[in-house]
């Protein structure tokens, strides 16, 4: 395996190809380090209210468009026009753009003050209104290069909604503003631009985006998937179950779901693939892993942090909700894993050439150490915004003692210049989706359509819910699972909290699962096809085993909204009871998906016996999981009693087929797709 503290070149070039990010010219390479240098420095002033950069984070605004005006350069020259020029030198228009998007932020940065105090928001001079044009449309270009262009036409069009509200059909329909008031309103309010998504970034993403790079460039990826193979690489699967453990440890630091495959994955898919699984399946496992990373606690993804903004909690407290979904969609991955390998036969790794538990934690302690540290913070201290970066700290230090791990110049320049890209990829994204809230904000949209998604539903809380699916799922097919969130937490996260008087944590949650299948469901499923590059295999059908293995997915959102008891919401007992009740559900699904029970062996011989068996056990899954009463017209124990009547004939069949089939010496193979 290639040393952690020197980054395999063929590993950064597979990174690149997949983000589409082009490699500056030597005399260039400099700039996105110092670019994150200078955006630490200017947090750090920021939340530590150090008093050292005042002209920059003076005033709140001032140091938003301050990062802005900082990060938002590098797109343009990061991310060319199309995905075909990457191999091509950076043409001179981006180097113009790139210059005048730095020249129009900093005209914000300069006139924050009289921005905020004389509300150029609503009447500015003549220059500011041509600075917000052309901030306008840079803004909305650069998340085209960033995020794709579904993501620029929604974005682009929803900005210029307000030009038209009031010829826009039924529904839809509010009051029109012209275009010098959008654009205005756009890029010197505090509702857009400059709104909740760009100030959970300010304030809380950036410090543990830098955690997570450096957890990567010091070795953390090799240390958790090391201690994973200690672990379980011996046993059945191994492999795809070290894919799990390290990339959900992983990815819930890295907050990255194509960073966590392109770190992770390769050195878990060609392990899987040695041991006989095929090329899809090993990218779907880790595609699943890797996304499940982005949902497990204590770090998640940029996307809770805005979460806990719109919420207006402590993020400590969406990290907790996030536990108990988390482990349940892990469980159903391991489970499906562990019945795909006993059905198929497909043994572990040999102990000999697995690393040692006790070298392993010997070299790597620390990571545990800084781990604990972040988690005690957040969760204890509660303090969420600092907290990064004293675990950062921490972990900086302790890594100079390791002599497999210390870092020199140029692994420090690595860290950094990676930080700039996943900061620039993020801040555009952001910047661009705040237009989008904030033409529902200008228009007045924002307090009206959820009483218009009511009144489509019919009151119907169930068909809220479907509805919310479908249009979380939609739109995170299209758009990032970030964008999606932010859109549904204005549009129809109220609808499902007026309208249904379902738990706002619940609700929120709900939308971000639901945007996150986009990472594993095809026709985009990001996730699965960066695990495809590297596997080798066909994207498509790397997608269409991501959702098969990552399936319990779509149904762990209703069963929280329908308990919220499972994101923590409730007495203990209560807690502990429902956690239960949906392990024992989520064990006998995932068991369905694969055609293979833990204590009974495969489900059915012949089609007939197998569809019959896995149907009656799925059903028995989901009526186990299900919570009783409320929305349910069932009764708990009505729900257990339907369960054991569709498991226990699934059991019994099972096994009566087993009885009957004529002793054969028969070897199950795995068709390895090549």
């Known amino acids: 395996m290639t040393p952690p503290n020197a980054p395999n070149e063929s590993t950064r070039q597979l990174k690149e190809k997949v983000t589409h990010i082009r490699t500056l010219p030597v005399a260039l390479r400099w700039i996105p380090g110092a670019v994150t240098v200078v955006l630490m420095a200017m947090t750090l002033d920021y939340l530590f209210n150090l008093g050292w950069l005042r002209f920059v984070t003076g005033l709140e605004t001032q140091f938003y468009y301050a990062v802005v005006a900082l990060l938002l350069p590098l797109v343009y020259l990061l991310w060319p026009i199309t995905p075909a020029l990457q191999q091509r030198p950076i043409p001179w228009y981006d180097y113009a753009l790139s210059l005048a998007t730095l020249i129009v932020g900093g005209y914000f940065v300069y006139h924050a003050e009289p921005i905020l105090e004389r509300g150029w928001a609503f009447a500015a001079p003549d220059t500011a209104i041509m600075a917000s044009y052309a901030w306008w449309l840079l803004i909305v270009e650069a998340a085209r290069r960033a995020g794709g262009w579904p993501i620029a036409v929604i974005v682009a069009a929803f900005s210029l909604y307000p030009l038209v509200a009031d010829i826009v059909p039924g529904p839809i329909q509010a009051f029109p503003s012209t275009l010098e008031e959008t654009a205005m309103y756009h890029t010197m309010s505090t509702e857009s631009i400059m709104g909740v998504p760009l100030q959970a970034f300010a304030g809380l993403v950036i410090g543990f985006l830098v955690f997570g790079v450096v957890l990567q460039k010091s070795g953390g990826g090799k240390f958790f998937i090391d201690l994973a193979f200690s672990l379980l690489g011996h046993v059945r699967g191994g492999p795809a179950k070290v894919s799990i453990f390290s990339s959900g440890l992983m990815g819930s630091m890295s907050g990255s779901v194509i960073s966590n495959v392109l770190t992770t994955g390769v050195l878990s898919i060609p392990a899987m693939r040695r041991i006989g699984m095929g090329r899809s399946f090993s990218g779907g496992v880790e595609a699943c892993a890797s996304t499940g990373g982005v949902l497990m606690p204590p770090v998640m993804g940029a996307t809770a942090f805005v979460m806990a ?57 620390y990571f545990i150490f800084v781990f604990a540290l972040l988690v005690w913070m957040l969760l204890v201290m509660q303090r969420e915004a600092v907290a990064p970066f004293y675990a950062t700290a921490l972990l900086l230090v302790l890594n100079q003692f390791s ?41 007045g949209l924002s307090g009206t359509i959820a009483n218009d998604f009511i009144h489509i539903a019919g009151g119907s809380v169930p068909l809220l819910l479907i509805m919310g699916a479908l249009t979380s799922f939609v739109l995170g097919i299209g758009m990032t699972v970030t964008a999606a969130y932010i859109f549904l937490a204005v549009a129809l996260a109220p609808a499902l909290i007026q309208g249904g008087g379902l738990d706002p944590m619940a609700v929120h949650m709900f939308i971000l699962y639901w945007g996150m299948l986009s990472f594993i469901t095809p026709p985009v499923a990001l996730g699965a096809f960066a695990a495809a590059t590297v596997a080798g295999a066909r994207p498509m059908a790397t997608g269409l085993q991501a959702m098969r293995l990552g399936s319990v997915i779509y149904f762990i959102p209703f069963l929280f909204v329908l308990n919220p008891a499972l994101i923590m919401q409730g007495e203990p007992l209560q807690i502990g009871l429902v956690f239960v009740q949906a392990l024992i559900g989520i064990v006998l699904f995932a068991s369905a998906m694969q055609g293979y029970l833990i204590g009974v062996g495969r489900l059915g011989i012949g089609a007939v016996s197998e569809i019959v068996s896995r149907g009656l056990v799925l059903m028995a899954g989901l009526l186990f999981a299900l919570p009783g009463g409320g929305m349910v017209p069932l009764s708990q124990l009505e729900l257990f009693a339907y369960a054991l009547a569709a498991l226990v004939p699934a059991v019994l069949l099972a096994r009566w087929n087993r009885r009957q089939a004529r002793p054969r010496a028969t070897t199950l193979t795995h068709p390895v797709d090549r």
């Open 403 to 443: 002599r497999r791990n210390r870092w020199g110049w140029r692994e420090l320049g690595e860290a950094l210049s990676s930080a700039a890209k996943l900061f620039a990829e993020l801040i555009a994204i952001l910047a661009g989706v705040g237009m989008l809230v904030g033409a529902l904000s200008m228009t």
């Open 309 to 365: 903004m719109f919420l207006d909690v402590p993020y400590s407290a969406v990290a907790l909700a996030a536990v108990i979904p988390s482990i349940l969609y892990f469980l159903g991955l391991f489970i499906q894993i562990d019945a795909y390998a006993a059905r198929h036969d497909i043994k572990g790794l040999p102990a000999v050439e697995l690393p040692s538990l006790v070298q392993t934690l010997k070299q790597g302690w």
